[in-house]
């Protein structure tokens, strides 16, 4: 079988760049010490913390050998007793967690009362003197009306939406929900329905 030999080019190529590479690792171990990289730096820090670590563990050390010299063997070992502690503070975590629940519980927010006026409700005055009587003395908003005529919420709002348009009332926009005060066309209405009732 013939092997075929490369060219004497190739051959000294290729072990030129073989001994040109051994030269470069060389160089590069020999030249390394003195370049500094920043992770070669020693940091104060570092060197403080290890040291720190280093102090622990000699301490700990020299405990677990007092340890050892008093006879440490002749305290009887409970075998569950890593378990017994575990399952207590299990219980003692539990206990504050309901603690903590019963904290959470959401606060029942009781709505303040409406007061309702001192109007004799009268049975022939219209929705709307009745209305114009409540907003009298005080603005209200549309729910305290709707509580105190005991109508619908509808009903209140386009009884309101009517006096509005009227001008017997009028509305403050900047407030929400809206209040409404009476104009003094709503008072005169009030004083003439006051000075003549009318019987039905």
């Known amino acids: 079988m013939l092997v075929e030999i490369p060219d004497p080019e190739v051959i000294l190529g290729v072990i030129l760049a073989f ?3 051994l030269g470069g690792l060389y160089l590069f171990f020999k030249i390394r010490p003195f370049i500094k990289s920043s992770s070669d730096i020693d940091d104060p820090t570092q060197t403080e913390r290890l040291e720190y670590y280093e102090r622990q563990l000699i301490d700990m050390k020299i405990r677990l050998d007092a340890l050892e010299i008093q006879g440490i063997d002749e305290k009887p ?3 569950n ?5 575990f399952m207590q503070g299990l219980v003692e975590n539990h206990e504050s967690q309901k603690e903590v629940e019963v904290i ?3 606060e029942i927010i009781v709505e303040k009362p409406v007061s309702v006026p001192n109007i004799p409700y009268i049975e022939h005055v219209s929705p709307t003197d009745y209305v114009l009587h409540l907003i009298t003395n005080k603005a209200m908003t549309s729910r305290d009306i709707q509580i105190t005529t005991k109508k619908s919420r509808e009903h ?4 309101m939406k009517k006096l509005f348009e009227s001008g017997l009332v009028e ?3 900047e407030t929400k929900p809206y209040t409404y005060s009476i104009t003094e066309k709503g008072k005169s209405k009030v004083e003439d329905i006051a000075s003549n009732p009318t019987v039905v």
Request: aromatic share 0%; hydrophobic share 30%.
């Open 19 to 21: 001994l040109i590479g």
């Open 77 to 79: 070992v409970d075998p």
């Open 81 to 85: 007793l890593e378990l017994k502690q």
């Open 104 to 106: 959470k519980e959401p």
């Open 156 to 159: 209140t709002s386009r009884l």
């Open 171 to 173: 509305r403050n926009t």
